[in-house]
Structures are given as structure tokens and as C-alpha cells.
């Protein structure tokens, strides 16, 4: 991945282009399999009489924190994404969609395995299955809270419907194919996913965790809320950052999780792309933030 290296300074231009685009394009591929079956699953919901997406709301509110938080912790850019697209059609819960953002992992869990079988990481496997775990369990428990006292701040009216007439995708046309509708919305994501992470990649590369040094980091407080608005960025490559900061000693365990709890990978990107609105999105950010932030400090007071 990108952001393992040292220092950009020294990389000839044509090798971090190459480098961020191939990083972006394996992103984008990466998370087309699962986003095209949550795309196939709004147009099936679209198209059915029986079953549609204020049945499934209603269901994820009981359960869907509970799965969103399990799925979350699956390395899979791609199940972000596709929570933040369910919940732009109605389909999902706001907590549902927060617990996967909360409980995913991304890249951290295959880093943290790659630096234990390379003997250089500074965990072992049940330190590993224990923060996994803990990421899944605060994904549920904050999911639900969402859902129980945060309701009011999430509108009521989306639909799918209203989604297909702002993405002009006819998708309820019923001599339509779904697999070609649902294949188009994909190819619209993926292609926004890669030119976006292109040029994330490339910035993050110039502007690399290491060059703010450790001392910022260590400080109480101030050290899980940069970490908290740096996971913010939509890139999955953060959570390598991150968790390379932890296993070679530059944050602690509370810095882990402010940073990876507030980092949804490619979900807030998506969520941007298909929520139109901004009032939502920008309460979806704030909670990512300041729950990830708080969950930090609670962590580096009780361990």
C-alpha cells in the first residue's frame, strides 16, 4: 500500500503517480462485488410487491446494528460503501449504516497479521481477535444508540424511488434488467471511487503521519482528536497509516481506535456521492468525529 513508505520526498514523480493509481484502481475493483449487490438489492426492493425498502428499515432497526457492526469488521473497502448507499435509498437504518462505519476495519486487521507473521509487530493474535472484537461491540452499541436517540436528526422520506430520479437510472422501469441497472450505478461509484482515491492516495503520500511527529500524538486529548479528524478522510489507506502509527509505538491503543472508529474507508465517500443531504451527511461526520474521539479518551483512561 501507499503511506508505508518512509517519505515521498525522494520518489520520482512518475512512480508515486503510478503507485497511487494502481493503489486507487485496486480499491475501486476491490469494492465493485459487493457494491453491485447492494445496488441488486435496491432493485429488486424497487421491483417487488411484497417486499420493499421501509420493510427492510423497519428490520434494521432491530437487527441491523447488530449485523452492520459484524460485517464491519470484514477488510472490505467495498461493505462501507454499500451500507452508505442502503441508507441513501431508505433501505437501512442510520445506526445500521453507522455501526458498520464505526466497526470497520479495512486494512488494519491484514497489516496487523502481515507485521505478526513478519515477528515485527508489537501485538499477538489475541491482542489482535481482542481489538477486532472491540471494534465490532462499540460498531453495535453505538449503532443502536443512533438509532434510539438519534432518529429525529435522519429524514424520514427517502425512498428509492426518489434515488433512481436523481441518478436518472430508470431502474424502476419493469422491462428494465436490474443486472444492467444495478451494473451502471456500480460502474458510476467505481469510477468516482478511483479518481478520488487517486488523488487522496497522491496527497496523503506528500503529507504522511510521520512528518507530525509523535510528541502531537502522545498528548492526551489533543492526540485522539487529530487522529479522530484524520480517519475522517475517506480513503481506505488511512487505516494503514493508523495502524502502522500503532504497531511501531507513534499512538497508543485509545489513538488506534479515535483514529479507526471515525474512519469509514470509501462509506463516507459514497454516502457524499449518493446522500443529497448535506444536513444529514454533515451529522453523520460530527458522530463519526466526536464518538470516535470520546471512545479514544475512554479507552486511554480505563487501559
Known amino acids: 500500500m501507499l503511506l508505508l513508505h518512509p517519505s515521498a520526498a525522494g520518489t520520482p514523480l512518475p512512480t508515486l503517480l503510478g503507485e497511487a493509481a494502481l493503489d486507487g484502481l485496486k480499491d475501486g475493483l476491490w469494492s465493485i462485488p459487493v457494491l453491485f449487490l447492494a445496488y441488486l438489492l ?14 427492510l428499515h423497519a428490520y434494521s432497526r432491530k437487527a441491523g446494528p447488530a449485523l452492520g457492526g459484524l460485517l464491519g469488521v470484514v477488510p472490505q473497502c467495498g461493505i462501507s ?3 452508505a448507499t442502503l441508507f441513501s435509498t ?3 437504518s442510520a445506526g445500521t449504516m453507522l455501526a458498520v462505519f464505526f466497526a470497520t476495519s479495512d486494512e488494519m486487521l491484514p497489516v496487523m497479521l502481515s507485521s505478526l507473521a513478519d515477528g515485527k509487530g508489537a501485538t499477538d493474535i489475541g491482542q ?10 462499540m460498531g453495535i452499541v453505538l449503532g443502536y444508540l443512533v438509532d434510539a436517540f438519534g432518529s429525529r436528526l435522519f429524514a424520514r422520506d427517502k425512498n428509492i424511488h426518489s434515488f433512481c430520479e436523481r441518478e436518472h437510472c430508470e431502474c424502476d422501469e419493469e422491462e428494465g434488467s436490474v443486472w444492467l441497472s444495478a451494473l451502471k450505478h456500480t460502474v458510476k461509484i467505481a469510477v468516482m471511487l478511483i479518481a478520488v482515491t487517486f488523488a487522496l492516495n497522491i496527497i496523503l503520500e506528500l503529507v504522511g503521519i510521520e512528518r507530525l511527529g509523535a510528541t502531537v ?8 482528536l487529530l487522529l479522530a479528524l484524520f480517519g475522517l478522510i475517506p480513503n481506505c489507506s488511512v487505516s494503514v497509516v493508523i495502524t502502522e502509527a500503532y504497531l511501531s509505538g507513534i499512538i497508543g491503543l485509545g489513538g488506534l ?22 444536513r444529514e451527511n454533515l451529522t453523520v461526520i460530527a458522530l463519526l468525529f466526536l464518538l470516535g474521539a470520546l471512545s479514544g479518551m475512554l479507552i486511554n483512561l480505563v487501559v
Open 257 to 278: 481506535f479515535a483514529g479507526l472508529l471515525s474512519n469509514a474507508g470509501i462509506g463516507l465517500l459514497v454516502l457524499l456521492r449518493t446522500n443529497k443531504n448535506r
Open 90 to 92: 431508505g433501505s437501512i
Open 128 to 137: 489482535i481477535a481482542a481489538i477486532v472484537a472491540a471494534k465490532a461491540v
Open 42 to 55: 435496491m432493485e429488486l426492493l424497487e421491483r417487488s410487491r411484497k417486499f420493499n425498502e421501509s420493510i
Open 81 to 83: 460503501g454499500a451500507a
Open 217 to 224: 500524538f502522545a498528548t492526551p486529548v489533543v492526540g485522539e
